[in-house]
């Protein structure tokens, strides 16, 4: 058995805790995704530092399906551009997920912080995700929830290798996937209309992931800005289902050709057209020289900037690394500087300040926090928030109403 703790056999013999423990170390619950808990892991013999996804069995059988189904795909999939699996164990009650930890960042972060970001730059990415999807339908695997989010850079010292993440989504295509799952704006027709879908989904997903690296647009949008969940789904859906995109101008106009070709083919609503990855990196935008130079960096950043934050698709962070095994986050929220302690890599960067706020305070205060740079806003407006001290740290919970989210990390008043 290449994984000596993998526990899923029909014999149902378990492993324990200390099965886990004694081979780790498990920090903190870094961050709550909507199937598991995300922390770090140290092995203790070798002081490597790991991801390790967290499944409580007591949150349901789909929870418990999407543990073995992670857990299956990764102990089949070994490619430069997946998270590889390192390791796995079945307790009682949970299920432990061990991976390679990417500290590379998003590739959305990445683009924002570029100085310059070109058509070339983009088909490196795409380019890297198609070879990685080639390879999964090679083996009749679909991942059924790219997004740009799932891609990271594996490194923070190299950003040229993309790595792909997430697959308790995945399926064996077996000819009888029906069941709509994945992210609303990238679905593939045949997703949304509840017909019996395959491998093309994924490639329809990589078109959208293009159109966004190009433009910094979604290709499919609600233009009223519905409130309502099921209602803006339903536009949005009535549009994939036809094909509604566009190449606006201006967010287009300097766009190669060929680029815009191979998003007509990538998102071609008939999945029998449909380009395949394989056939995809072949093509002249990826193979050739099709894809432009020219600098998109302003327009582009302009556009992720307006539609990932207030569209609520993602905010956005900034990172100040500590001598610990984690990252802060400083992040302005109306003029309150604070410093955000969620997860491993990256987060938040509110950048709507008409965001209605309301805060929570919870003590006690968290653990020492180490030197953290200097404000970069004003702090004049803190007294709103209970005449917090300067420099005092507690842990707040956010509601940001303007854009649904909610979230507790820890603050840093200045």
């Known amino acids: 058995m290449p994984f000596g703790c993998l526990a ?29 808990e995300l922390c770090l892991v140290k092995e203790r013999q070798t002081d490597k530092v790991y991801v390790c996804k967290k499944f409580l069995k007591k949150d349901g059988r789909k929870v ?3 543990a073995k189904n992670e857990i299956m795909i990764l102990k089949m999939v070994k490619h430069p551009n997946i998270l590889q699996l390192i390791d796995a164990f079945e307790t009682r ?10 500290t590379g960042g998003d590739v959305f972060d990445w683009i924002l912080d570029q100085g310059n970001y070109t058509e070339r730059d983009a088909a490196n990415v795409i380019r890297q995700v198609l070879e990685a999807v080639a390879y999964l339908h090679s083996l009749n695997i679909v991942h059924r929830n790219l997004k740009l989010e799932n891609l990271m850079y594996y490194r923070e010292s190299n950003h040229n290798k993309v790595v792909l993440r997430d697959f308790y989504l995945s399926r064996f295509e077996n000819g009888s996937i029906t069941e709509p799952c994945g992210t609303p704006e990238y679905l593939a027709p045949e997703v949304v209309a509840r017909h019996r879908y395959g491998r093309p989904v994924d490639c329809w997903a990589v078109g959208v992931i293009m159109y966004i690296l190009l433009s910094g647009n979604p290709p499919f949008y609600d233009e009223t800005e519905e409130e309502n969940t099921d209602m803006h789904n339903r536009i949005i859906f009535c549009r994939i289902v036809a094909g509604e995109f566009e190449f606006d101008s201006p967010y287009w106009d300097e766009i190669s050709p060929a680029a815009k070709e191979l998003v007509c083919k990538l998102m071609e609503v008939d999945p029998m057209l449909r380009i395949t990855a394989q056939d995809a990196l072949l093509h002249g935008w990826i193979a050739g020289n099709g894809a432009s130079e020219k600098n998109l960096k302003e327009g582009v950043c302009a556009q992720f900037e307006k539609n990932f934050a207030k569209a609520k698709w993602r905010v956005r962070g900034i ?30 960067r509110i950048t709507d300040k008409d965001s209605t706020v309301k805060i929570v305070i919870h003590p006690p205060p968290p653990p020492k926090l180490l030197k953290c740079p200097s404000p970069m806003y004003s702090s004049h407006e803190c007294d709103r928030y209970g005449k917090l001290q300067p420099q005092t740290a507690t842990l707040l919970t956010i509601h940001f109403t303007s854009i649904a989210k909610k979230t507790s990390c820890y603050f840093i008043i200045y």
């Open 319 to 348: 990172y100040y690394h500590t001598q610990q095994s984690c990252t802060t986050c400083q992040v302005p929220l109306v003029t309150v500087l604070i410093t955000l302690l969620e997860n491993g890599t990256i987060n938040n």
């Open 64 to 66: 418990r399906k999407a």
């Open 93 to 102: 009650k949970e299920f432990f997920i061990i991976q390679e930890l990417a």
């Open 8 to 36: 899923l056999r029909d014999g149902r013999t378990y492993n324990s805790l200390s099965d886990v423990t004694d081979k780790y170390e498990i920090g903190q619950v870094l961050k709550a995704k909507e199937f598991c």
